[in-house]
Nanobody
Framework: QVELVESGGGLVQAGGSLRLSCAAS????????VGWFRQAPGKEREFVAA????????YYSDSVKGRFAISRDNAKNAVYLQMNSLKPEDTAVYYC???????????????WGQGTQVTVSS
């Protein structure tokens, strides 16, 4: 069992930056891949980024590539999502999720956090 808690969300102006954190507890976190997903009001949840267990491989959706960066610190049981050049369309609840392999498919993640709200004003 892995418990995930997101933090770092908030209100920011367009063009600004935020850093989201995903803190893990429970089983050995370093063996898990982690994905970030987001859900905007009235829309389905969508893939944002993923990272493998070691941090050597990262994956991004086209909408955030070049603006967002995912990283992890296994010594701290944490994964981060650095979000730069934020746009109003990035407004959503952001979730981190964990499972054995990094994937864009949310159904393949067994463990989920409760989400953190990111609001980007124009």
């Amino acid at each position: 069992q892995v418990e995930l808690v997101e933090s770092g969300g908030g209100l920011v102006q367009a063009g600004g930056s935020l850093r989201l954190s995903c803190a893990a507890s429970g089983q050995t976190f370093s063996v898990y891949a982690v994905g970030w997903f987001r859900q905007a009001p009235g829309k389905e949840r969508e893939f944002v980024a993923a990272i493998n267990w070691s941090g050597s491989s990262t994956y991004y959706s086209d909408s955030v590539k070049g603006r967002f960066a995912i990283s992890r610190d296994n010594a701290k049981n944490a994964v981060y999502l650095q979000m730069n050049s934020l746009k109003p369309e990035d407004t959503a609840v952001y979730y981190c999720a964990a499972d054995k392999m990094p994937t864009m498919r949310e159904r393949e993640y067994a463990y989920w956090g409760q989400g953190t709200q990111v609001t980007v004003s124009s």
